[in-house]
T-cell receptor, first 114, second 114 residues
């Protein structure tokens, strides 16, 4: 089954404790992206990747890191999480790194930083 | 800068009636794609419909249609014959053909009343 998977689905952590949210897709998609969703703000793009070893900042990259060492994986790293990073996070992928392909979303990761 | 505006935070519709969810966008590019996604209370993001900026016909997918008015920069979603399962959050989004980012609106919460 074609899908985007994220782990963990739920995470409660404390300020300053490094964490990684994994994202994997099995569709051989070139483009992958991370979003955060906050009430009243919609989805905001954190980072995206056009292909392996190619990443770029979205609208809200501060406090986040990403890497794209393999085509299928695009982990999101919070080196020192803070309470304002409490949010619902989505990973998404699309077939090409350009053009107007739609994105396919993972199930979301609900992160709480105490 | 690109921007998506959804001015209806919440909408109500009677079951079996049609409803229009508004979306306006702002871009100086001529080539772009417009998307609508549905987010039910379970949280996943579901792709509904796509419209390319050069498509002459309005897109349709089952009970969903996109009322695309390029001169007005609007891309309203029309849901015909509403069902209880249509109750969800709906997001409008845009991607430039030359760009790498997706831009989302803040969403409209639709409630279908029996």
């Amino acid at each position: 089954e074609a899908q985007v998977t994220q782990n963990p689905r739920y995470l409660i952590t404390v300020t300053g404790k490094k964490l990684t949210v994994t994202c994997s897709q099995n569709m051989n998609h070139e483009y992958m992206s991370w979003y955060r969703q906050d009430p009243g703000l919609g989805l905001r793009q954190i980072y995206y990747s056009m292909n392996v070893e190619v990443t770029d900042k979205g609208d809200v990259p501060e406090g986040y890191k990403v890497s794209r060492k393999e085509k299928r994986n695009f982990p999101l790293i919070l080196e020192s999480p803070s309470p304002n990073q409490t949010s619902l996070y989505f990973c998404a992928s699309s077939r090409q790194g350009w053009g107007t392909d739609t994105q396919y979303f993972g199930p979301g990761t609900r992160l709480t930083v105490l | 800068a690109q921007k998506i505006t959804q001015t209806q935070p919440g909408m109500f519709v009677q079951e079996k009636e049609a409803v229009t969810l508004d979306c306006t966008y702002d871009t100086s590019d001529q080539s772009y794609g417009l998307f609508w996604y549905k987010q039910p209370s379970s949280g996943e993001m579901i792709f509904l419909i796509y419209q390319g900026s050069y498509d002459e016909q309005n897109a349709t997918e089952g009970r969903y249609s996109l009322n695309f008015q390029k001169a007005r920069k609007s891309a309203n979603l029309v849901i015909s014959a509403s069902q209880l399962g249509d109750s969800a959050m709906y997001f409008c989004a845009m991607r430039l053909i030359t760009g790498n980012q997706f831009y989302f609106g803040t969403g409209t919460s639709l409630t279908v009343i029996p």
